[in-house]
């Protein structure tokens, strides 16, 4: 009986093992199946990279990563955006035939399937973790992931959303989080870092100076940290596939180009492409042949044995990985972004191992073995080959089954954002027009160029010089070049010709009558200069073009709080929250109306939402800590005050602010040094003396609270309250001739001046 039963558990186990193994083997995988970690670099060129010949590269990890694997020399991406790529990339589709040609516009068709939801469907784990908005859930790439982590509240404030991103560091935590849970299952786990992505920061904290002059080569350096971490964590994971591949690179001024989305040359187009992992692939291959990165997801479905997809561009390049021969291929890429940005010609390409060719309203052909830097354009001097590619180039178009995104709805704030990228039009579903009338690219970009020099002059205060530069600009460009336009009429506007700024923006309105940028900038000048019923209305044709446009409606309260209508200013800055919670500076507006209405409590609120969503903000802590400071809640306020001035030490109100705070502390030498600073910055500042005499006074300093005194009155010489505190100390001091002289001028100034004039007989009868 024992014996029986044993044999049919026995028999019981061996069914279960098989249907289990029938169930592993359904797509044909043998063995156990591997993890996969992969990991996308936003805005990396490949060359930047140690493993790709960059000797001024920190990239220890990526370099070992690809000495332990295969890299591929001349990864070819489809797209200089990051959305449309990224679709590529887990659809092995072209943009043209998944629908996303650009960041922000449309969401993923149902149509195409992701390679999330093969794996999903496959039994594994999966998860994303992104740090960019451009790859929101809400344009459709989250299908097929478990876990989609999109998750920005770590962000640094921006005024547009498009542009809000996260730390790589916040991104690995959130990633590590979900890699280190028990499972019994393989993992699928995307994580995108965003880091070397513009502006740049040069991470002193990490690499002290070496970055100081290549910020980008110290995001990369630091987004190589990021991996590292991950690939840490794999030591306990070895059966894991990790695949390091780049969206699209960054020009840094190549071709005229100083970021991406614009050009479709090496330095945007070619990006790094790693993979680790693989069974059977000889650790240090290099393969040389041209790849796309469409070609990722079925090289995927190859390795683990899966079906491949119908219908897809993308071709496996498995032979690659095994270091076997491989067919070249031409790689298929474009931009719309110049036109639907500018109204300019947009750009198609095609790249093999040989050749590049671009169709654009001047077309270029660049041979790439003896012109890697793609400077001499030979579509003149080799017509055939120019106009075999084109003819390649359109029947690959002609082939290609073209896909519709799906509209995506956007809030006020994410619909402003694109506007203030310059995007016109309506709809980006449809292809960009071929049209050989439209502004060419290469002709366009010098202006550019030009322009970003100028915007630094500006913001160094150099206004004749960007003057300079922008007038030049403006003469030798076409009416297409609206942002040098704009640009101008701030310089203008800042040197106080208005009347010029005007013109310009009104030349650009009647280019582009529905230009937001330039009817925001022109409905801003009006406010600063206090034409607020001027710059009311114009606020308001900005928010009928877009209701919900958060920038016009933010302006438009404060214009609304400037002129006294507190109620509709609150009302307003409220619709901005509901609309952006994290707009930047709202909270900070709303605390400012509650001061003046006498609503402490709520302001003090206010001013410490703000923080919630930036830490650092100089406004929020300096008005925290005033607000502070008048409830007697000095050390607080202190801290607060400490903070801005630890973030912009050159804003003489929170170091005004502090030195009180420390004054009525009785840390009389820190107030005293907090107004030196102070008074550097702003030496001719008479509130500024007049506050560090103050101070001296209450520090038993008042020989040097003389001299300080001294030097406000002579900034302004007719000030009372000066005169005062002089005559009242060189009383003290026993110097009646000058405390007399003081109130003389007291009294030439208001005769009428009662106390004056008693201490002045007073003083006159004891001499």
């Known amino acids: 009986m024992k014996n029986s039963v044993r044999l049919a558990i026995g028999a019981f186990v061996l069914m279960a093992m098989t249907a289990a193994l029938l169930f592993w083997n359904r ?5 156990p199946r591997p993890n996969i970690l992969f990991i996308t670099l936003d805005t990396t060129r490949a060359d930047r990279i140690g493993a790709y010949g960059y000797d001024k590269a920190r990239t220890p990890v990526l370099d070992q990563l690809a000495r332990e694997g295969v890299l591929f020399e ?9 959305l449309p790529v990224h679709a590529c990339l887990f659809t092995g589709l072209y943009p043209p035939e998944h629908g996303l040609r650009t960041n922000g516009y449309g969401k993923l068709p149902a149509e195409p399937t992701t390679l999330a939801e093969i794996l999903t469907e496959e039994g594994y784990d999966t998860a994303a973790f992104v740090a960019s908005f451009v790859l929101d859930r809400k344009f459709g790439l989250n299908r097929g992931f478990g876990t989609y ?10 005024q547009d959303a498009i542009h809000r991103f996260r730390d790589g560091r916040l991104v690995v935590d959130s990633a590590l989080e979900w890699l280190t849970q028990s499972r019994s299952n393989p993992f699928f786990c995307w994580v995108h870092l965003y880091d070397p992505h513009a502006p740049y920061e040069p991470h002193p904290a990490e690499f002290g100076d070496a970055f100081a002059a290549s910020a980008y080569d110290g995001e990369i350096a ?7 971490r991950l690939v840490e964590f794999l030591k306990q994971h070895p059966e894991t596939i990790v695949v390091i591949v780049g969206d699209h690179g960054e020009s840094l001024g190549d071709h005229f180009e100083l970021q991406h989305g614009y050009t479709l040359y090496d330095s945007t187009q070619r990006v790094p492409l790693i993979v680790r992992g693989v069974e059977g692939t000889a650790p240090g291959t290099r393969v040389s042949t041209s790849v796309s990165l469409v070609d990722v997801l079925p090289t995927l479905l190859d390795v683990l044995k899966q079906p491949a997809l119908d219908k897809i ?32 010609s947009p750009l198609r390409s095609l790249t093999s191992d040989e050749w590049r060719y671009i169709r654009t309203t001047k077309p270029e052909l660049y041979h790439l073995p003896t012109d890697p830097a793609e400077l001499n354009n030979l579509a003149a001097t080799d017509p055939e080959r120019a106009l075999e590619l084109e003819q390649q180039l359109s029947d690959l178009e002609s082939s290609l089954a073209v896909g519709e995104a799906v509209d995506v709805q956007l809030s006020g704030a994410e619909q402003k954002a694109l506007a203030s990228l310059g995007y016109v039009g309506g709809s980006t579903r449809d292809e960009a027009p071929v ?6 690219v290469k002709d366009m970009l010098p202006f550019n160029m030009a322009t970003q020099s100028a915007i630094d002059l500006f913001d160094q205060g150099k206004l004749a010089e960007a003057e300079t530069i922008l007038v030049k600009i403006v003469s030798e460009s076409p009416i297409e070049h609206v942002s040098s336009r704009l640009y101008l009429a ?22 582009r009558p529905e230009d937001q940028t330039a009817l925001f900038q022109l409905g801003t000048m009006y406010a600063d200069q206090g034409k607020f019923e001027e710059a009311i209305p114009i606020f308001e044709k ?52 509650m001061v003046q209405q006498g609503r402490a409590g709520e302001a003090t609120a206010a001013f410490e939402s703000e923080l919630r969503i930036n830490p650092e903000s100089v406004e929020a802590n300096t008005n925290l800590g005033v607000q502070l400071a008048s409830e007697q809640r000095f050390e607080e306020a202190r801290n607060r005050l400490r903070i801005a001035v630890s973030v912009a030490p050159e804003r003489t109100d929170a170091r005004v602010n502090l030195a009180i705070c420390e004054e009525m502390l009785r840390n009389y030498d820190e107030a005293i040094l907090q107004m030196n600073e102070a008074i550097r910055v702003q030496p001719e500042a008479p509130a500024l003396h007049l506050t560090l005499g103050n101070i001296l006074v209450k520090a038993s300093q008042p020989t040097k609270a003389i001299e300080e005194y001294e030097r406000a009155l002579q900034g302004a010489p007719e000030n009372i309250e000066i005169l005062q505190k002089l005559a009242a100390l060189h009383v003290a001091q026993s110097a009646p001739a000058k405390a007399t002289e003081c109130l003389q001028q007291i009294l030439k100034l208001d005769p009428g001046n009662a106390p004056a004039a008693a201490e002045l007989k007073r003083l006159a009868t004891q001499q």
């Open 222 to 228: 630091y987004t190589d940290q990021q991996v590292g």
């Open 313 to 344: 561009s993308g071709r496996s390049f498995v032979d690659g990985l095994m270091n076997r021969p491989m067919a070249s291929r031409m790689c298929y890429g474009g931009t719309d972004d110049p036109f639907l940005q500018n109204g300019w």
């Open 149 to 158: 982590d999109d998750d920005l509240s770590g962000a640094k404030p921006t």
């Open 435 to 440: 049209d050989n009338n439209l502004p060419d």
């Open 490 to 511: 701030s310089v203008l506007d800042r040197k106080g010709q208005s009347s010029a700024a005007k013109e310009l923006y009104q030349a650009v309105l009647k280019f």
């Open 74 to 82: 001349r990864a070819i991406s489809p797209a200089p955006l990051t």
């Open 542 to 593: 900005c928010l009928e073009l877009e209701p919900e446009a958060t920038e016009p409606l933010f302006n438009l309260g404060l214009t609304r709080a400037r002129i006294g209508d507190a109620s509709s200013a609150e009302r307003i800055f409220r619709s901005v929250l509901q609309i952006d919670p994290l707009f930047p500076g709202v909270w900070v507006a709303l605390g400012t109306l």
């Open 27 to 31: 797509g044909g995988v043998r063995g």
